[in-house]
């Protein structure tokens, strides 16, 4: 049986969109599962995207990303 991602949710259209906010939702929703290793290793592959819509990719590989606006 597949664990369930963690599932986080973002305004992609307001401050709450970059993806340095992003990134802070995700560690503090991943730190309280207890994954800091899991959410280390996602922040640096994300720093080292060359895009935003990578960044996103790679994010939603780890956690359940869920945007309000549906714009990504």
Do not use: F
């Given at each position: 049986?597949?664990?369930?991602?963690?599932?986080v949710t973002i305004?992609?259209?307001?401050?709450?969109g970059n993806i340095?906010?992003?990134?802070?939702k995700v560690q503090?929703?991943?730190?309280?599962?207890?994954?800091?290793?899991?959410?280390?290793?996602?922040?640096?592959?994300?720093?080292?995207?060359?895009?935003?819509?990578?960044?996103?990719?790679?994010?939603?590989?780890?956690?359940?990303?869920?945007?309000?606006?549906?714009?990504?």
């Amino acid at each position: 049986m597949t664990a369930k991602k963690i599932e986080v949710t973002i305004s992609s259209k307001s401050p709450e969109g970059n993806i340095y906010a992003i990134l802070g939702k995700v560690q503090r929703a991943m730190r309280k599962a207890q994954l800091i290793t899991a959410y280390n290793d996602l922040r640096d592959d994300v720093l080292n995207s060359g895009s935003y819509k990578d960044a996103i990719a790679r994010i939603r590989q780890t956690v359940d990303l869920i945007d309000t606006d549906k714009a990504v």
